[in-house]
Structure formats: structure tokens, C-alpha cells
């Protein structure tokens, strides 16, 4: 009876794949390819479009400014990977950024002290996400709708909705707006940091078995509990661990703005939903590659600042980044449906 | 008791020093009651599961078979009774406990992680990793020898349906998802394999291999719970049939002692079996 399977099963693995299957196949296995695909398309028009756009000049502009954003993201992914989502974002940083800044200016406070306990409190938000969301068992969504307004209305509170300007904060708070050049190529220390924080988040996602339980706890949270996998602890931590990274975007911020500013990117939760989403990693939980992200982040830059630099309008260019998210979602429904 | 209320409760079969039953069983529960708010799910319920053998379980929906399960299985913590291995008191907090205890369960719903690959699915939850300090500093994964491993579990099985263990489950057939997870419960040196309704969801050739995995597994030495809402698979492997009815224990048969219109018979109360003073 085996032997029939198998060569069944063997002849249904030889069938011919029509090549959009193929594609799709390709696609689903290795969710990175399509906004990889993207980016070079968009460079590519752009190239065309504009002579000033690909310039080492251009290049450094276009990192610095998807900087913050992908940072943030990277806790976004987390937690969407878990079939959660983060409204809170851009709140935790602005919050962690005007304590921060307020500790080093008002307090007199060194800045390492003012960068930890801005750590602290960032973590200590991204955890009261967390418990939230595991302990009393609130969908994702309301508790950082919730928590949205809560750190949005304590930040105002605390900085009586004032900026502090970077000249008056210490050296180290700023630190990352500086950097270095490789010929006409500008890179920032927020750049540099950014890249450890991909590549540190990324090891933890796909080398360790925390990484495994985060997708699974995504994927299918009963089986992930009945297996074994201690579910409750892998949300808790992923909104944690998503708090220190709103945290270290918040002093990636400081830096290039130039200034701890209340109202400072008012929608970086969208933006990093939206870079997320784009860069192939389901909404629906357990699917997705943290490098999809960084390349999402730089889609949605580098589609804002090619098109800025063409003089287009900036309307135009919420349109277009409005219907660039529709399509990658129709895409990534499309993608799961596919069969071995 | 006396001697004939033991033979009845081991399914008529001779109790003594030369019966198998004469053993000390692996797995006892005593008077389990557990209750879900007014409803109650066990009634005091007592189960005797022996080393080697297949135990099917059987009963009508809500009968309480899966919530034995779960209870057995560290899913539930019974509200009172007893859990006993090899006759020494357990008490399971949740499924990882009965798991390292050496309970394995295959839940109905599987619990398989769809969007893992197979060889991340049977090594869920108790990964392995790389020697040396790639490992025990950078906590990294030893996914070459985990995925090597697997396909050797695997194959141990007679599954030769499932080759490439970097696929994701997601793509196989219900038949090949089954075999991951019976090849994941009985992969890891565990000595009892519980399988929640192994065969619902399958067809004929895809049970028939199912059941023959499960004859194997016996064969190899495991204690087996199978609980089945199908009586011709469960009259075709089991060793003994533990009868659930009413959320309480109303016998334990044999497929010789008893035919399968009897064991439905007794499983919807239209017969009893326990001799009746």
C-alpha cells in the first residue's frame, strides 16, 4: 500500500507547475523576494526619472531618513508576527524621547543616566502592552489604541507640549545624528545602530528557538501552547523587547531632528505598519522575514523622496503609498494560498 | 473487590500471577472529578493503562473522553483524585510536565505549527543546539542535525510519504500532517502516546497507515491511548476498550469479550455491564 503512495506521491511532486505557480511558489518560500523586487523597480524609475537620485549624496539622505522609521519597525514585526499589532509605536518613543530629554536638560541629569531611564520607562511600556494583552487577555489592537492615547497625553503632560533643542542636551543623546563619510556617502551612527538592530533581531528570529516560538505563537497559538511552547511568556517579551526598540528610535530621533519635539512623527505608527506589511510579513501572524521590513521601510522612503525629488506633490505621494499597502496585502493573501 | 468484579474491570480477562494485567500498570488515575462551572466534566472517573498495550477509549460526545485526556495529559487539572505512574502519585500543572514526565499526546486539532517545516515541528518546544559557544552563549540552533534527526524519526516509521523535512506542514495532506505528529510523540524517548481521534479527518488508505503507525508503536514497547469515535478502528487494534458514558467510567471491554454492537450497547447505556448485585 506505501509503494503506491509513494509513487503517487511522486508523480504528483514531478507534475509540470505552471511558471505562475512556479512564481508564487518561489514567493511564498522566500517572502523577502517581492519587496527586494520592488525596491529595485522603484530605484531603477527613479534612476530614470531624475538625475539626482542616485548620488552617494541622495543614498546617505535616503538611509538617514528611513533610519527611525525601520527601527521602529522592527518591534512592529514583532509583534505582527504574533498576530498582534502596535498602535502604541510612535507614543513610546515621543514619551521615552521627552523623558529623556527633559531628565538631561531639566534634571541636570548625565546623559547616560537620562538614556537608561529612558530605557527603562520604554520597556516598562512596551510591558504594560504586554501584560495587557497576555494577563487580562485584551485584543492587541485595544490595548495599544488605549495605551496610544495614555503615553501620547503623559508625554504633552510632562513637556507641557515644548521642544528642548539638541544644543541643549549632553553630547551622548545626539550622539547618533553624527557620523562619518565614505566618499560623497554619509552615514550616521542612527544608521549604524539601526543595522545592529536588524542584524541582532534578525539572528534572534531565525537562528533560536525563541524565534521559532514567536512565529508559532503567530501561526497557531493553541497548537504552539499544546506543543509545549510557553506562549504567554513569548508575548510578554515580544512587546517588551518592542519597547526597548521604540526606545533606541526615540534616541536615533533626538539626533537627526535635532530636537525632542512632542508632535515629532505623527504617523509613525503607520509608517511602520506600512513598512512591514510591505515588506512581506502577514498581518494574520507567524509569516514574514525581518530583512522584508528594512527593505518595506526603504520602498515607502525611497518612493516619498524619488517622488519629492521629481517635484511631485505630496499628496500624490500619500496616494501612492496608500495603494502601494493595498496591493501588498492583496499579494501576500495570494501568496498564502499556495500548495506545494 | 472481589476477584470476578477485577476480572470485569480488566475486560474478562483471568486476573493473576501469569496475566498480563497481573503488572504493575504505567498509568492509573483514580477517582478523577473535574467540573467546568455547573457542568461536570468527570464523574470519579478510574483508568488503567498497562505497559505496552493499546488502550482505546470510547464514548458518546460528551461523555467526558477528551477531558480524561487532557487531564492525563496535563491539558486540565483535575479538581480532585489521583494520577498515578508506575504507581507513584504525579501531579501535572500543565502539558510540558506530562511531557517530560514521557506522555505524549496527539491532539485532534494536531497541533502542528502550519507555517513551521516539518523537522521545526517535531522538535517544537524542545529544540536543540549547536555545541560550543555558538550554542550555549549565542543560543544558536542546530538546525542541520535537528533536520538529519528528523527525517531518521521519520523514516523509523515506514513513512515514506514525507521526504523533504524543510517543508512547511501546511502544504502536506491531512494523512502526512497526522504522521508528523504521531512521529513527534513517539520520537523522543516517551513511553506513553495518547492520540486524540487519530483518524477523524482521514480516508481509508490514509487511516490504514495511521493504524498500522500505531500497531508499530505498540510493537516497539509504547503504552497507547486511542481514543476513537470509530469502532471498526478500534475493534481492528485496540487491546482493551476503557468505556466512557455520562462524564463517568462504565466499563472496560475487550474486543473478544465483547462485539462491537455490545460495546456500543453499553457506551449509550442501553446495556450495563458491571454485574449488578
Known amino acids: ?340 | 473487590m472481589t476477584t470476578r468484579d477485577l476480572e470485569v474491570a480488566h475486560g474478562g480477562i483471568p486476573v493473576g500471577k501469569e496475566g498480563i494485567y497481573s503488572q504493575q500498570p504505567i498509568l492509573s488515575a483514580r477517582k478523577l472529578v473535574i467540573t467546568f462551572g455547573r457542568v461536570v466534566g468527570l464523574d470519579g472517573v478510574d483508568l488503567d493503562l498497562y505497559p505496552g498495550e493499546i488502550l482505546a477509549v470510547i464514548g458518546d460526545n460528551g461523555a467526558g473522553k477528551s477531558t480524561l485526556i487532557k487531564c492525563l495529559t496535563g491539558a486540565y487539572i483535575p479538581d480532585s483524585g489521583e494520577i498515578l505512574m508506575n504507581g507513584q502519585p504525579v501531579h501535572f500543572r500543565k502539558p510540558q510536565d506530562a511531557r517530560m514526565a514521557g506522555i505524549e499526546t496527539v491532539y485532534q486539532q494536531l497541533a502542528v505549527v502550519p507555517a513551521l517545516d516539518i523537522a521545526s515541528n517535531l522538535y517544537l518546544a524542545r529544540e536543540e543546539r549547536r555545541k560550543g559557544p555558538l550554542g550555549s552563549v549565542f543560543r544558536m540552533l542546530d538546525k542541520k542535525g535537528m533536520e538529519r534527526r528528523a527525517g531518521q524519526a521519520v523514516q523509523r516509521l515506514g513513512i515514506q510519504t514525507i521526504q523533504n523535512m524543510g517543508q512547511a506542514v501546511e502544504t502536506l495532506s491531512g494523512g502526512q500532517r497526522q504522521a508528523v505528529a504521531v512521529a513527534r510523540a513517539a520520537a523522543f524517548g516517551s513511553k506513553i502516546v495518547v492520540l486524540d481521534e487519530p483518524t477523524a479527518a482521514l480516508g481509508v488508505k490514509e487511516s490504514g497507515m495511521v493504524l498500522e503507525m500505531i500497531k508499530q508503536l505498540r510493537d516497539g514497547g509504547l503504552s497507547i491511548i486511542l481514543i476513537s469515535h470509530n469502532m471498526p478502528h478500534v475493534w481492528e487494534v485496540a487491546d482493551r476498550i476503557h468505556i466512557q458514558r455520562l462524564g463517568a467510567l462504565a466499563g472496560v471491554i475487550t474486543p473478544q469479550s465483547h462485539d462491537m454492537g455490545e460495546g456500543v450497547a453499553i457506551m449509550t447505556g442501553a446495556k450495563r455491564l458491571a454485574p449488578s448485585a
Open chain 1, 1 to 340: 500500500m506505501s509503494t503506491t503512495v509513494t509513487s503517487a506521491a511522486a508523480e504528483f511532486a514531478r507534475r509540470q507547475q505552471s511558471p505562475v505557480q512556479r512564481v508564487q511558489h518561489q514567493l511564498h518560500a522566500r517572502p523577502w523576494l517581492s519587496p527586494l523586487f520592488l525596491l529595485f523597480v522603484a530605484f531603477v524609475v527613479f534612476f530614470i526619472a531624475t538625475p539626482t537620485f542616485l548620488t552617494a549624496n541622495s543614498m546617505g539622505i535616503l538611509l538617514q531618513q528611513t533610519a527611525v522609521v525601520a527601527t521602529l519597525a522592527v518591534g512592529q514585526t514583532l509583534v505582527i508576527l504574533t498576530a498582534g499589532i502596535d498602535l502604541s509605536v510612535g507614543a513610546i518613543m515621543v514619551l521615552t524621547m521627552m523623558v529623556m530629554a527633559s531628565l538631561a536638560r531639566d534634571g541636570g541629569m548625565p546623559g547616560l543616566l537620562a538614556l537608561l531611564i529612558g530605557f527603562l520607562l520604554a520597556l516598562a511600556a512596551g510591558a504594560l502592552n504586554g501584560f495587557l494583552v497576555t494577563r487580562i487577555n485584551l485584543p492587541p489592537f485595544i490595548v495599544t489604541l488605549g495605551t496610544l492615547s495614555v503615553y501620547t497625553a503623559i508625554a504633552l503632560l510632562y513637556s507641557g507640549g515644548e521642544s528642548i533643542q539638541a544644543s541643549h542636551l549632553p553630547g551622548l543623546l545626539n550622539v547618533l545624528g553624527d557620523g562619518f563619510a565614505i566618499g560623497g556617502f554619509r552615514l550616521t551612527w542612527g544608521i549604524v545602530v539601526m543595522v545592529i538592530i536588524y542584524a541582532v533581531v534578525g539572528y534572534a528570529l531565525s537562528q533560536t528557538a525563541w524565534g521559532r516560538y514567536v512565529y508559532a505563537v503567530g501561526d497557531d497559538p493553541e497548537s504552539a501552547r499544546l506543543s509545549g511552547v510557553p506562549s504567554k511568556r513569548i508575548l510578554l517579551a515580544v512587546y517588551t523587547v518592542a519597547g526597548l526598540i521604540y526606545a533606541i528610535a526615540a534616541w536615533e530621533l533626538i539626533g537627526r531632528a535635532g530636537a525632542a519635539t512632542p508632535n515629532a512623527v505623527p504617523d509613525a505608527n503607520l509608517q511602520s505598519i506600512t513598512a512591514v506589511v510591505i515588506g512581506g510579513t502577514s498581518l494574520f501572524g507567524g509569516r514574514g522575514v525581518l530583512i522584508g521590513t528594512l527593505l518595506g521601510a526603504l520602498i515607502v522612503q525611497t518612493l516619498q523622496f524619488g517622488l519629492s525629488q521629481m517635484g511631485v506633490d505630496q499628496q500624490w505621494r500619500v496616494l501612492a503609498t496608500g495603494f502601494l499597502i493595498i496591493v501588498a496585502v492583496a499579494a501576500d493573501q495570494w501568496i498564502r494560498k499556495v500548495k506545494a
